[in-house]
């Protein structure tokens, strides 16, 4: 498979979290909508060992998930252990410059010193409820927490099968259209830049005897021997012209990025069918880089 890097600008308040499970499903419907449900039915062929395309999670720019390398801190180190716990991303030029001698203590000195420099603001919204049956408003409220972000992300995906022109074409869609809940009420909505030639491309590609940080929301294959994990237990739900009638999927739990494993090599991670749907799945499918964890 080939990798490649988008940057993402929002534009509009997003509500929805850029996981890449949610960003492949918003991906498959736009090819479903461009280009028609025999395209979409090629490309899935045979998914679940080919996948065309596979992303990361969004990550503000310049940051990486944390790897979630063990460290006991002394004594005099609880205060900044709190603190380091509580840090999810870490800077991706540090990764990068410590790839081959990387450990839980290096990363813990980097991050007590770390400040918090990102512009996030967080707004409560509150909405009346609407029965699904009646399309009519009841009474009560519900809330919604909207972020206005003035940061730019970064998303790293991998793909085969699939052009780059139909790439750009479904992201066009997306940014357009906008991603996750309240699309219709303009929500989601970025700009973005593909760069099909990134400089830390070489990271992502299977090195023996390394290990490997996952980067995305992901099931672990059989490929995958978990060394430290967190997951997630995800409500997913349908998208498109399903999202009215049947809403809702089976949920599931996923890693997330972080996660360390020592590998095989192949495809990582796996789907998983959990709307009861033949060719309807959940894309538990990861990449990631690899290091060496040394002590």
């Not at 899935?44 to 060992?49: A, D, Y």
């Not at 999670?57 to 940051?63: A, Y």
């Not at 998930?65 to 509580?86: C, G, Q, T």
């Not at 796996?270 to 880089?289: C, L, P, V």
């Amino acid at each position: 498979m080939e990798y490649a890097k988008i940057t993402l600008k929002p534009i509009s308040p997003f509500i929805t979290e850029l996981q890449s499970d949610t960003i492949f499903g918003h991906f498959a419907w736009g090819v479903r909508f461009l280009y028609g449900e025999e395209r979409l039915k090629e490309l899935l062929e045979n998914f679940e060992k080919e996948p065309f395309i596979v992303f990361s999670d969004g990550f503000l720019k310049g940051f990486l998930a944390k790897p979630l390398l063990s460290y006991i801190p002394k004594d005099e180190e609880i205060k900044d252990a709190k603190k380091v716990k509580k840090i999810s991303l870490i800077d991706k030029n540090f990764l990068f410059k410590n790839i081959d001698n990387l450990n839980g203590e290096k990363i813990f000195n980097f991050l007590k010193n770390y400040k918090n420099i990102v512009n996030i603001q967080t707004s409560i919204t509150q909405k009346n409820s609407v029965n699904r049956k009646s399309n009519l408003v009841e009474e009560g409220l519900y809330s919604i927490k909207e972020k206005f972000i003035d940061e730019e992300f970064e998303i790293y995906f991998a793909y085969e099968k699939i052009s780059k022109s139909e790439i750009e074409e479904v992201f066009n869609f997306i940014s357009k259209r906008g991603y996750g809940k309240d699309k219709s009420a303009g929500k989601g909505r970025f700009r973005f830049n593909i760069d099909w030639d990134f400089k830390e491309k070489e990271f992502f590609k299977y090195k023996k005897g390394y290990k490997y940080l996952n980067l995305s929301t992901m099931f672990i294959s059989e490929n995958m021997h978990l060394l430290a994990g967190k997951t997630i237990t995800k409500f997913p739900k349908t998208g498109g012209f399903y999202a009215s009638s049947e809403p809702f999927k089976n949920p599931c739990i996923m890693y997330l990025p972080g996660s360390i494993f020592e590998i095989d090599e192949g495809i990582l991670g796996k789907a998983e069918n959990t709307y009861n749907k033949k060719n309807h799945y959940q894309n538990g499918f990861s990449i990631g880089i690899f290091f060496k964890d040394k002590q």
